[in-house]
Every structure is written in C-alpha cells, then in structure tokens.
C-alpha cells in the first residue's frame, strides 16, 4: 500500500494517541473496550490525500486525511443534528485535529483522524451484467456521479478565485443544480441539498449569485458505497442498504470553517443509554 509521501511518518508519530482515540469512541458506541488499531493493520485503501484502515470492530474504519475541506465539513456534519443523522452519508462518531502538518505541493496541510462507520465501497457492488432496468440504472448513476464532478469542481473552482465572475457562477450553479437532480437516488441527492442549505453563507459576495452554501466537489463512483453494518445491538437506527451514500465528502467550497475539537462525544447515542 502506498501512502501519500510524509503521511506514513505522521501516523507513525502519532500511532498511540490515535489508536487510543479509536479504542475510546468504539468502547463509546459499542460498550466494548478493546485495543481496536495499530499501524500493523493492513490499510484498506490510499488516496492522494488520506489512508483508511479497518479497526478490530469491523464496523468502524480509521482515516488520516490532509484534505484541508475534510476536517471542517465532517465537524459540520457532527454539529448539524440534520446532517449527523441522514440516511445519504456515512455515519461519522469523530474528528480530531492531528498537531502535525502534512506537506502537498510545498505547502503544509492540517491532518485529520476521523472514526467512521464501515461501508461497503463501489468497487465492492456487484455489477449487473443483464440487460435490464437495473443495469440501465447503475449505468445512468455513474454516468450521473461524473457529470456532478466534473460541474462542482468547475463551480468551486471559480468561487475561489478573487474575483469570481457572477455570469460564469450562475451559468455553473445551473449546471450543477441539473447534475445533483440526475442523481436520482433520494438519500444521496437530499443530503446535497441538505449540505448547501445548511452551510448557506449571507455574506457571501453578491458574484456568488445563488451558489451560497456549500458545494461538496469530490463526489464521484470511487467516493460512495453502500451500508452493510449492523447496528441493531445499538441505539443506532438500522437502515436500508440498497440506496448509495456518500463515503467521502471531501473538496468543499465550503466558507464556515468549524473548531475541530480534540475529541467529541458521539452525539448519536441516547444519552441515558449507559444508565440503564
């Protein structure tokens, strides 16, 4: 597995805060306290940005990510009771800032841990290799999923630049309102919308036109999955597994940046639940 270059050393410097941190939220999701990662675990994955590993509670996967988005959108998440507890992303229990900064392109990015829940990742679904209506679905789905790519980052794209031009922002928003509606699978498409209109910023520059809230530009096939955890021995309310969700909602416009806390309670368990 290949990591992205000075984020093995990182995770190597901090293996004991962070597995102590997975140990802590698993231990208050699940009741169990158990040793749950190491760097001895074998990583499930690696990207350009961040590394995911399995925990020993397989429903739960550790993440390092220098996606400087990552962080604040996934505090935004846990914050928004709205976000936290929708049926289109995955279920986040924490994020914590790293003191230790990862370098991408000569310049120094924040590092962030964050507790997941485990899904099932596209490359994992099986393809349907019938000619049918749930080929010709799954085909229009990713079809659709590139499309929102391609449009969002254009649009991120040029509401970061200093001076962002208002027609290009309206023809761009436009676009991507067209992309996120082709989606067509309820969950994902409504967490889009719920995003947007939860991180809607008014003061934002009057060349944003509408495109004001934030724009999560890094949804693509390779960043959704679908759920396969059992939680039905939680407080967790078990859900549907046959709907997309977003696994990594990275690459935001996003202009509310949140205090990442060192550790949050996971604000999804009753609070009287360890009373009973």
Partial sequence: ?????GLKKIAEQYETPVAKL???????VTGVDAVQWSMAVAPLGAGSWGVVWPLADERFILKLTADPTEGPIIQTIMDEHVLLNHMGIIHYFAVKKIPATFTWK????TVYVVIAERLQHSSQVPTPTYDSRELRDYNNFVHALYKLKDTA????HELGLKRPSAYKVDQL??????????LQQGPMEDFI????????DDKAPESFGQATGGILADIHFNNVGKRVVDWTDLDIELEPSDYWVISDPGHSSLVDKRT???????PRLKPDRWAR
């Fill in 1 to 5: 597995m290949r990591y992205p270059r």
């Fill in 22 to 28: 997975a140990r802590e939220v698993v231990a208050s």
């Fill in 106 to 109: 000569n310049k120094p990015q």
């Fill in 153 to 156: 980052g254009k649009l991120v």
């Fill in 173 to 182: 928003h436009e676009a991507w309102t067209a992309s996120v509606r082709r």
């Fill in 193 to 200: 919308w719920q995003f947007f209109d939860v991180t809607r």
């Fill in 260 to 266: 990442i806390e060192d550790l949050r309670p996971n």
